[in-house]
């Protein structure tokens, strides 16, 4: 029998909700990081974390080119995590917010 295409989405939304609850279950960087470092390859938290260090330094103001020296990381996805910074979900907005690591740069 064919697998009902709305079963498995309900599955998957499950499955995300499941690793979403787990994470909010975590108490302090050391937690997080444990968690984070068994879940993900190397290369997966790398990727979060140049993430990350691209949000930062886009609320600090800085242009496409410096981060890209700075980091690494590449054009393209500081230009994609720079879209879901003012476009996205709101995730970067909230943890930016309670980190405490919102400039005064960022007009949101």
Not at 20 to 47: G, M
Not at 73 to 93: M, P, Q
Request: glycine share 6%; charged share 30%; aromatic share 8%.
């Amino acid at each position: 029998m064919k697998p009902n295409r709305q079963d498995s989405e309900r599955r998957q939304a499950r499955a995300e909700n499941a690793l979403f609850e787990a994470v909010i279950t975590l108490r302090s960087a050391e937690e997080c990081r444990n968690f984070f470092k068994d879940l993900c390859t190397p290369a997966e938290l790398q990727a979060l974390v140049d993430r990350w260090q691209v949000v930062q330094l886009l609320e600090e103001g800085l242009p496409y080119r410096k981060i890209h020296d700075e980091t690494g990381v590449s054009v393209t996805t500081i230009g994609r995590v720079a879209r879901f910074l003012s476009d996205g979900f709101g995730g970067y907005e909230t943890a930016i917010r309670r980190t405490g690591r919102s400039e005064d740069t960022h007009s949101h």
